[in-house]
């Protein structure tokens, strides 16, 4: 069965406090790797898409990495701007373009 | 651009009430989705549609129907509302690819509560 674990449930950094965000899965055939920020009361919005195992993007402060059994979503020096839910997501082997998605990541970052 | 609107935002029921939410996008994007949202349980994926006139069941279909009688709007509505369907509704859409995966744009959300 397609599964995706997010780790830890949720993270408490100090302003400047980089930090890493898991994402394992456990999938068929993986055909993307999506990472969202959900804001509270908020529906979620695309960060990035990872496809192959090497594979880094960054955006400000943020960087994502893929292998072959898991992603991190590395935060560096966050804000607290940076406070959210963090989703991560699968799109698997077939023709809806389905997604499934992890439980997220909680994460406050503090002043 | 609006992209994917939502409506109502906000709504409270009666166990047993019927309710129809609407989904919107303009993006001309083939696919949509409806997935509902839970405390400490993600995203899950109650139906969706690859294109004008289809729909398919998704992960947790059960007590919902959806149509898509046009591209751009997809609805979800609720028959015989129950206690268990109390959650926050996102819609989705995305467009086809070619190759590799295209991202879904989320809509605002749907907050019900049911009584």
């Known amino acids: 069965e397609d599964q995706v674990t997010q780790s830890p449930e949720a993270l408490r950094l100090q302003e400047g406090e980089s930090s890493s965000l898991n994402c394992s899965y456990t999938v068929s055939g993986l055909r993307g790797l999506f990472w969202y920020r959900q804001d509270p009361g908020k529906g979620p919005e695309f960060l990035f898409t990872?496809?192959?195992a090497g594979e880094e993007k960054e955006k400000e402060r943020l960087k994502a990495t893929l292998t072959k059994k898991e992603s991190f979503l590395h935060i560096t020096a966050p804000k607290p701007e940076d406070s959210a839910t963090y989703l991560c997501?699968?799109?698997?082997?077939?023709?809806?373009?389905?997604?499934?998605f992890g439980s997220g990541t909680r994460l406050l970052v503090r002043p | 651009n609006a992209g994917v609107t939502q409506t109502p935002k906000f709504r409270v029921l009666k166990t047993g009430q019927s309710m129809t939410l609407l989904c919107a996008q303009d993006m001309n994007h083939e696919y949509m989705y409806w997935y509902r949202q839970d405390p400490g349980m993600g995203l899950r994926l109650i139906h969706y549609?690859?294109?004008?006139?289809?729909?398919a069941k998704g992960e947790v279909p059960d007590g919902y129907n959806v149509s898509r009688l046009k591209k751009q709007n997809f609805l979800l509505g609720l028959e015989s509302a129950a206690p268990s369907q109390t959650s926050v509704y996102f819609c989705?859409?995305?467009?086809?690819?070619?190759?590799?995966?295209?991202?879904?744009?989320f809509g605002p959300g749907t907050r019900l509560t049911v009584l």
């Open positions: 549609s690859v294109g004008e006139g289809t729909t």
């Open positions: 989705a859409s995305t467009r086809s690819g070619l190759a590799g995966a295209s991202e879904q744009f």
């Open positions: 990872l496809y192959s």
């Open positions: 997501a699968v799109r698997v082997v077939d023709s809806s373009y389905k997604l499934i």
